[in-house]
């Protein structure tokens, strides 16, 4: 297993546009990958589980990942927050 605890920047959050964005990107990877906010763990590549969480701008999620691309998976997956996630 593999993780990383990150801060969401983005002003909105994980809404709609940047939830979809970051499913299509875990959906890439064949390992399981979490997203974990408060102790709520949802699957990473289901837009209404991430959506659910409902994560607001500085706001801490960690990104859980098991199988044989996990640390790929969660540094892609970071790199995509840290980026904004399209916005």
């Known amino acids: ?41 949802v699957d990473a590549k289901s837009l209404l ?9 500085g706001e801490e999620i960690t990104l859980r990942a098991e199988g044989d691309d996990a640390e790929q998976a969660v540094k892609t997956l970071r790199q995509l927050i840290e980026s904004g996630l399209g916005e």
Do not use: D, W
């Not at 605890?5 to 064949?30: D, M, Y």
């Not at 589980?49 to 701008?57: A, K, N, T």
């Open 49 to 57: 589980g991430v959506m659910s969480l409902s994560v607001r701008q």
């Open 1 to 41: 297993m593999y993780e990383e605890t990150l801060t969401i920047s983005n002003e909105t959050g994980l809404h709609a546009r940047p939830a979809a964005l970051l499913v299509k990107e875990a959906g890439k990877f064949e390992c399981s990958i979490k997203l974990v906010k408060e102790g709520k763990e």
